[in-house]
């Protein structure tokens, strides 16, 4: 009706609408699947890195899996907490450094667990700490700039390519 198409046309214009609306559902679930695998190949990545630091006695397998995913549970939770005590927080210098401080303090946290964790064994606190203290600000400032730069990169995938555009600009990030 808006076109003003009447017969074949019309039906033609329908169908194609109709095939759209299925693909963005499934171009989504795709570009969630690969989200989630790119997230899973960090986090294999992560402890490849620290297998081959701390010794390579370990194997990977369905509990690095699980412990990966246990990881980015941490992790998630951690920020999920500084962006909820950001949005709470106003503008104020002292605002903005308590935020900060929390960043900071979580991401210790994460960090000096990440290790153990991920690798599945115990390591004594005193020999990750001050990986975890480097790590801890380089992740504040590596988020720092991703708030600068990806609002534009997820425009710029979202606007040609949808859903799986997003998707597609957050696996890069990851």
């Given amino acids: 009706d808006v076109l003003n198409l009447h017969g074949m046309t019309a039906q033609y214009v329908r169908d194609a609408s109709t095939s759209v609306s299925a693909s963005i559902r ?6 969630i699947i690969g989200l989630i695998w790119t997230a899973f190949g960090f986090t294999s990545a992560l402890w490849r890195v620290y297998d081959r630091a701390w010794g390579g006695h370990s194997h990977a397998g369905p509990r690095a899996w699980v412990r990966g995913f246990a990881w980015l549970v941490l992790f998630t939770a951690a920020h999920t907490i500084v962006a909820l005590a950001r949005s709470e927080m106003g503008h104020a210098t002292s605002s903005v450094a308590s935020v900060l401080v929390l960043q900071l303090i979580l991401g210790f946290a994460v960090w000096i667990v990440a290790r153990s964790l991920l690798l599945g ?27 600068l730069v990806m609002p534009g990169v997820i425009d710029d995938s979202d606007a040609p390519l949808g859903p799986i555009g997003v998707a597609i600009a957050l696996g890069f990030w990851l």
Avoid at 126 to 145: D, W
């Fill in 121 to 147: 064994r115990k390591l004594p606190w005193r020999v990750v700490a001050p990986g975890a203290a480097l790590t801890a600000p380089g992740t504040v400032v590596f988020l720092a700039g991703s708030s």
């Fill in 26 to 31: 499934s171009a989504t679930v795709v570009g």
